[in-house]
């Protein structure tokens, strides 16, 4: 890289959105935070804007708006709050990568308009190709912008295929870690707590992220991603679980090798690479020593106690709002877990039981995401207030 790119960072205060800003750190001659974006964290997204001095510093919660206009009045930096805002800010001129690292449904639309206006997108939002991939898909098809993935498996395999003929993809081997809960009985997962869920035992991630890698969700997410990412049939793409978190993912070709791609379990690698565009920065950051570890394994993971893996190919085979009823779903039962109103294997039947009650759409337009995801929601919250799932 040999110019100063200027990134738009929505969730500016999460796991993803403050490693970004190590980077940022880590090479100030190459890029900087021209737009910070955050969604209910004011507090943080004020130090961060203090300290980064972005052009525009935005808040999604519009009732913290007065804190952020007041603590940054005496700043040239602009301000504003609300979804309207963060949309627009994705098409300013002056922003020439975004890095969409929030979390969930509410990165989908910004990401869309992200597309139109022609943005480089490193994309740690899984959700809005989960949600959204065939629209996603049709409007790269008239954009100049690019996708690079963030998330470490979609990373990993996005290097394997640099220089690869597409056509020689045999498979997408997906690894994970297999959570917390990866030894423990189908009995034992009736009685764990929230406190148990957030105990990941290789990743430092947010909250929701984590309750997902602990029921597999993020997993059968990741697969969707993948589809979509790659272009590449559900059929031919698998998870396998690897404790150790080393290899991140692999590719088998069609002449039987394979290729993978191996690091520490650190975020900080994969944004690196997709914030230099795929050129590989130089770093003093921690090295992966092969001889620390003299065994890495696998496993084949249980569908049967993980059933939300499965919701991956229903999805796909499916289409349609499905992937969109999923997210919905499951983020309502995963805050509620959080909040400990339901237990941990309610989150899978409440999302089974949304998918069965809000209507199929086959060929989702943007406004039928939208009712979905609202409809859907509203469905959830109901039953797991009635208690009724």
Same mark, same amino acid.
């Not at 449904?105 to 308009?113: A, C, I, M």
């Not at 698998?238 to 090798?257: L, Y």
């Not at 009650?357 to 039953?383: G, H, L, Q």
């Given at each position: ?78 301000? $504003? ?11 300013l001129e002056s922003v020439d990568t975004v ?8 990165? /989908?639309e910004p990401t869309l308009r992200a597309i $139109? ?11 809005? /190709? ?42 997408? @081997? ?53 589809r979509w990412l790659f272009d590449v049939e ?23 090798? @394979? ?15 997709? /914030? ?111 208690? $009724?799932?």
């Amino acid at each position: 890289m040999n110019y100063l790119n200027k990134i738009a960072l929505l969730g500016s205060t999460g796991s993803i959105g403050t490693q970004t800003l190590d980077i940022i750190d880590e090479y100030p001659d190459l890029f900087k935070a021209e737009v910070l974006i955050a969604g209910n964290n004011v507090d943080k997204l004020i130090e961060q804007s203090l300290k980064y001095k972005p052009t525009h510093a935005i808040i999604a919660n519009e009732s913290l708006y007065p804190k952020l206009r007041d603590a940054l009045a005496n700043t040239p930096i602009i301000t $504003s709050c609300g979804s309207q805002a963060i949309c627009e800010a994705m098409e300013l001129e002056s922003v020439d990568t975004v890095v969409t690292a929030a979390v969930g449904y509410s990165g /989908l639309e910004p990401t869309l308009r992200a597309i $139109s206006a022609g943005k480089k997108i490193a994309l740690a939002n899984k959700e809005t /190709l989960v949600v959204a991939g065939a629209l996603v898909t049709e409007m790269l098809k008239t954009s100049k912008s690019s996708i690079i993935p963030v998330d470490s498996e979609h990373s990993a395999i996005y290097q394997c295929l640099v220089g690869e003929d597409k056509n020689a993809i045999n498979k997408l @081997i997906i690894t994970a870690s297999g959570g917390p809960f990866r030894t423990k009985s189908a009995q034992e997962l009736e009685h764990v707590t929230v406190t148990d869920a957030l105990r990941h035992p290789n990743w430092s991630m947010g909250a929701k992220i984590t309750i997902d890698s602990a029921t597999m969700l993020n997993k059968a997410f990741e697969i969707i991603e993948a589809r979509w990412l790659f272009d590449v049939e559900a059929g031919k793409i698998e998870a396998i679980v690897h404790p150790q978190s080393i290899i991140h993912s692999m590719v088998e070709f069609t002449d039987g090798s @394979i290729k993978a791609q191996l690091g520490l379990p650190d975020m900080h690698l994969p944004i690196r690479y997709a /914030l230099g565009e795929t050129t590989r920065l130089t770093t003093d950051s921690p090295r992966l020593s092969i001889k620390d570890y003299s065994t890495l394994t696998f496993e084949q993971p249980d569908t049967q106690k993980f059933p939300c893996l499965n919701l991956a190919y229903y999805a796909l085979e499916q289409g349609g709002n499905t992937a969109c009823i999923i997210n919905a779903a499951n983020e309502i039962a995963v805050a509620a877990f959080l909040d400990s109103r339901i237990k941990f294997l309610d989150i899978y039947r409440i999302i089974t039981q949304s998918i069965q009650y809000i209507p199929f759409i086959e060929n989702p337009t943007f406004d039928d995401y939208v009712n979905t995801n609202k409809e859907t929601r509203k469905y959830a919250e109901s039953i797991i207030s009635n208690h $009724s799932f």
